[in-house]
């Protein structure tokens, strides 16, 4: 309306051309022949140099420095022209990208559950012999080759295991524990690995603190954690060193250190530890040092490591006092 109450004359040339230059999206009109007649800034600056929509494709498009669009043709007119515009389908097209590699990771996380199952039933018979056998009469030789033979097995049963957790086959239970006895477990596990004459031997050293309370956790991941810990230190001492297994208070965590002698990383080493597959010269290769980082994550801690070259590595895993929470849940399990 104008100041004397009349309404103003428009030119409905000038308007559209106006709506059609506002619009957000790119869009253009094409003739019969598929020559693009007018476009907005939108279409002309993302689609630049496109003089006909016959070259374009009615699909997904990635455009360099714009991103991914899909291309729609309606029918404007019976001459033939056309009403040409795209949407950007980036992050739909990232999603479904995403969801097509988590179903297929899903389907190898179910084989791998399965086939790991297969695997530690028979690996967890061969270890039951150990006890009866470590008891039996034989001479050194035999004795070294026996236990050679358990300790690949006791290596395999683990790395079974990290399997089953990397394919998310095994969930988190949290129950109160005492991380100082899941220490002293780790440490007895691996304790005739330690000592074995196949290597010089590597001196194992508990310094646990005596002011620990009890923490909520998954007794058996923790176990498989440290156990994954212990064995790249291992790996990271071939010939002798020390192993050094400490826990102690900070504050409202908990603290598990795994130390050992051997000759260190480099900066770029510790940056890319944790990444599956990854292999370092001192610390092994696989999935062990990433299953430890997701067990870690999954009970809300955090774990770090620090090294310096000639001096050995440190792996450092803080834990929250999850007590309080699992109370609450087991209050509102009570109530249920």
């Known amino acids: ?49 496109v003089a006909s929509v016959s070259t374009m494709p009615l699909r997904e498009m990635d455009i360099p420095g714009h991103g991914r669009f899909q291309v729609h043709a309606l029918p404007m007119n019976d001459r033939g022209y056309k009403i040409i515009y795209a949407t950007e389908v980036s992050v739909a097209s990232k999603l479904a990208e995403k969801l097509d590699r988590l179903e297929k990771l899903a389907a190898i996380g179910r084989v791998v559950g399965g086939v790991a199952n297969e695997i530690h039933n028979p690996l967890k018979d061969i270890l039951e012999y150990g006890p009866m056998v470590e008891q039996c009469e034989m001479d050194d030789k035999a004795r070294t080759i026996i236990q050679t033979v358990f300790a690949n097995a006791e290596r395999a049963g683990q790395l079974v295991q990290n399997l089953v957790t990397f394919a998310g086959a095994s969930g988190l239970e949290r129950v109160p524990i005492d991380l100082n006895e899941i220490v002293r477990n780790v440490a007895r596990l691996f304790q005739a690995q330690l000592c074995s004459p196949q290597r010089l031997p590597i001196e194992c050293k508990l310094e646990l603190a005596d002011d620990l309370e009890p923490i909520a956790a998954d007794p058996d991941l923790l176990h498989r954690a440290l156990s994954n810990l212990v064995l790249n230190a291992m790996d990271a001492m071939p010939k002798s060193g020390a192993l050094i297994l400490r826990t102690q208070r900070d504050g409202s965590d908990t603290r598990i250190e795994v130390s050992d002698t051997g000759k260190g990383l480099t900066p770029e080493e510790c940056e890319r530890l944790f990444t599956p597959y990854y292999t370092s010269k001192e610390h092994g290769t696989g999935l062990g040092l990433a299953i430890v980082q997701s067990v870690v994550n999954d009970h809300g801690g955090r774990i770090s490591v620090r090294s310096k070259q000639g001096l050995g590595t440190t792996f450092v895993i803080e834990l929250p006092d999850n007590m309080e929470k699992l109370s609450g849940l087991e209050h509102e399990n009570a109530k249920a």
Do not use: Y
Not at 22 to 49: C, K, M, W, Y
């Open 1 to 49: 309306m104008t100041r004397d109450g009349t309404t103003p004359e428009l030119d409905s040339r000038e308007l559209i051309s106006t709506l059609f230059a506002l619009l957000p999206i790119p869009v253009a009109v094409a003739d019969e022949r598929g020559s693009i007649v007018v476009a907005n800034s939108s279409f002309t600056e993302i689609f630049q140099g």
